[in-house]
Each structure stands twice: as structure tokens, then as C-alpha cells.
């Protein structure tokens, strides 16, 4: 099977408190560190998303501005 460049897929396994381990590789490569906050999108029939980290900037910053144009 030919590997796809930036693609990658893992396996977590969901303890009783309901956490989750994420894999080194995948914590290696994405830079995540203790103590990270991660967001989580959930769609009942896509799944679960971790977007990356900075992926909503621009949309955040778009949502939470004050409009001048409102009165």
C-alpha cells in the first residue's frame, strides 16, 4: 500500500472516565503537550474532528468582533 504524504491514521482506546490516550506519533507531529487545550467538533454521521491548532482564528476573530455597522 502506497503511504500518503501527511496522512496519517491511529487507534485510541477510550478508558472509564471516558479520556482518551492520543498517541505519541500523533502528539509528536501535531506538537500537542500536557496541559493543551484541544477542541473537539462532533457530527452524528461524520464523527469526531480535532482541527489543528490556529484553524479558527480567523473565524473566531470574525464571530466574537464587535460590528460597527450594528446599532
Do not use: C, H
Not at 505519541?24 to 496541559?35: D, L, N, Y
Amino acid at each position: 500500500m502506497n503511504e500518503l504524504k501527511g496522512k496519517y491514521a491511529w487507534t485510541a482506546t477510550v478508558g472509564e472516565k471516558g479520556q482518551i490516550v492520543i498517541p505519541k506519533q500523533a502528539r509528536e507531529i501535531f506538537g500537542i503537550k500536557p496541559g493543551d487545550t484541544l477542541l473537539l467538533l462532533g457530527d452524528v454521521n461524520r464523527g469526531i474532528a480535532i482541527p489543528a491548532e490556529g484553524s479558527f482564528e480567523d473565524l473566531f476573530a470574525v464571530a466574537f468582533s464587535e460590528r460597527k455597522d450594528t446599532p
